[in-house]
């Protein structure tokens, strides 16, 4: 048969081992998949002991074992056909591949019985990194990616839910009694000042010690969001100067618009 074992004490390598392996995993996988009408047909019980082969170069064979089966490699699973009537189709290819998982992996070890400790597990590891043939005949391989996908999204999901809370909280924070930040820069407050549009509230215009917006010149209320200037040391109302709560996150330093223009 194409394909044979090398023996015992070869010099095979894991990759070389592996890719024997795969090429006989796919012939199996082919014949139970999308070859299956076939298989079915030369599976005839009416014949002697049937074996399903896979090859190294992704072909597949029925025949008997003892006309095609090189000396000391594992034999499959006799008897395939006789069991082909007795049991619904499904079912049928179900233990099929139960038995060629297990055949593929004696060929594997066989074939790769020179390799070291480390060789070994490093095929293994290799080997166990494809769904088994019987996973993917059953669809099992499909349902578990599946699932894998759904587990994923849900935790996309999470994390964005997670996010936008942690936003929400970060904006509540932004208060009338809000920090100032500890880096100031020095101006000249003999500097003149031009209004420019702007009805800004000199220092110690408050009253009964209530702070006034810079801007507009009204009260602070609970239910609003304001800011105050790094610079002047001036509150004014978040809608006034067009600052929201979420961008004042990323605001390092705030400097309100007259003193962009006049205190630089």
Sequence with gaps: MEGGAKGQNNNSKPLDVFNN???????????????????????DPEKENLCLYGLPNEQWVV???????????PEPVLGINFARDGMQQKEWLSFVSYHSDAWLLAV?????????????????????????????VTGVQKKQQKEKSAVSNQSKKKSKSNTSKRASESRGKFTKSQQKYEEEEDYDEDE?????????????????????????????????????????EKWYHGQCVKITAA???????????PCKRYRK
């Design 192 to 232: 003149e000042e031009e209004e420019d549009g702007w009805d800004i509230v000199k220092d110690g215009e408050e009253e009964q010690g209530e702070t006034l917006c810079g801007a507009c010149g009204e009260k602070y209320a609970d239910d609003e969001f304001w800011i105050c200037c790094d610079h002047c």
């Design 108 to 136: 594997a070890f066989y074939v790769g019985a020179g390799l070291s400790k480390a060789e070994r597990k490093r095929l293994f590891d290799m080997i166990n990194d494809l769904p088994t043939i019987h996973e993917v």
């Design 247 to 257: 961008a004042a996150e990323f605001i390092k330093q705030y400097k309100c618009p």
């Design 21 to 43: 392996f795969k090429g006989r995993y796919a012939a199996l996988i082919k014949a139970l998949t999308t070859d299956v009408e076939e298989f079915f047909k030369q599976c």
């Design 63 to 73: 025949n008997l074992p003892a006309e095609d089966l090189p000396p000391g490699l």
